[in-house]
């Protein structure tokens, strides 16, 4: 199982972008999938989440307001939707899943390769 993210780029302040995250390989379900992002120098954070039976979303306070994330209708691909965007929110971007592996609920936190986000002032 992989997840592959998609969307990054070059932006000026103010802009939006929409990054999208496609899971791959998958059999029995995925739990949840979110969005990271770690800027130079930082920490890795979480952006937002959503649990994928429910809905249910989770948000980083730095980007209530601003940014979504929502599934598709497949629930196998999360979005991203980043409006507008700030030098702040200059980092690469990595999509996570948690994903059933097992048939007794066994999971495998999945994690992409990333994809930089770049917000120029």
């Known amino acids: 199982v992989q997840v592959k993210e998609s969307g990054g780029g070059l932006v000026q302040a103010g802009g939006s972008l929409r990054l999208s995250c496609a899971a791959s390989?998958?059999?029995?379900?995925?739990?949840?999938m979110g969005w990271y992002r770690q800027a130079p120098g930082k920490q890795r954070e979480l952006v937002a989440s959503?649990?994928?039976?429910?809905?249910?979303?989770t948000y980083a306070d730095s980007v209530k307001g601003r940014f979504t994330i929502s599934l598709s209708g497949a629930k196998s691909t999360v979005y991203l939707q980043m409006n507008d965007l700030s030098p702040d929110d200059t980092a690469v971007y990595y999509c996570?899943?948690?994903?059933?592996?097992?048939?007794?609920?066994?999971?495998?936190?999945?994690w992409g390769q990333g994809t930089l986000v770049t917000v120029s002032s």
């Open positions: 996570n899943a948690d994903i059933v592996v097992g048939m007794r609920g066994s999971t495998q936190d999945t």
């Open positions: 390989g998958v059999v029995l379900g995925i739990n949840n």
């Open positions: 959503i649990i994928n039976s429910s809905g249910s979303t």
